[in-house]
C-alpha cells in the first residue's frame, strides 16, 4: 500500500525554481511528523526541510509548507544550483513510535 507519493522533480536550469509535493495517506498524515530529505550522489540521505528545520545549505531558498486539507506536504525551492541534484523523497516519522515511512522519491536535475 502506497502511503507517500511525491511528484514535481524535474530538469531545471541553475537559477530556476521547482516545487515538489507529497501526498500522504489520512493516517499518516495525522500522526507524524513530516520533512524532506535528498540523496545526492556519494552522499548520505540528508535532511532538508521540515516544520522546524532547514538545512544551512538551503536556507532563505528552500521552504517547507503543509496543507492539511490535503494531506500533502510541499517543498518550494527557488535560486536552484547544480549541488541540489539528487532524489528528494519524502519522510514520514510516526510520532511516539518514530516509525518512517518513505516515498518513492523523484529526481531534480539541476543543470548549469
Known amino acids: 500500500q502506497v502511503q507517500l507519493v511525491e511528484s514535481g522533480g524535474g530538469l531545471v536550469q541553475a537559477g530556476g525554481s521547482l516545487k515538489l509535493s507529497c501526498v500522504a495517506s489520512?493516517?499518516?498524515?495525522?500522526?507524524?511528523?513530516m520533512a524532506w530529505y535528498r540523496q545526492t550522489p556519494g552522499k548520505r540521505r540528508e535532511m532538508i526541510a521540515g516544520?522546524?528545520a532547514v538545512a544551512n545549505s538551503v536556507r532563505g531558498r528552500f521552504t517547507f509548507s503543509k496543507d492539511n486539507t490535503k494531506n500533502t506536504i510541499y517543498l518550494q525551492m527557488n535560486n536552484l544550483t547544480p549541488e541540489d541534484t539528487g532524489i528528494y523523497y519524502c519522510?514520514?516519522?510516526?510520532?511516539?513510535?518514530?516509525?518512517?515511512?518513505w516515498g518513492q522519491g523523484t529526481q531534480v536535475t539541476v543543470s548549469s
Open positions: 519522510d514520514a516519522r510516526t510520532v511516539g513510535s518514530g516509525r518512517e515511512h
Open positions: 489520512a493516517t499518516i498524515f495525522s500522526t507524524s511528523a
Open positions: 516544520n522546524l
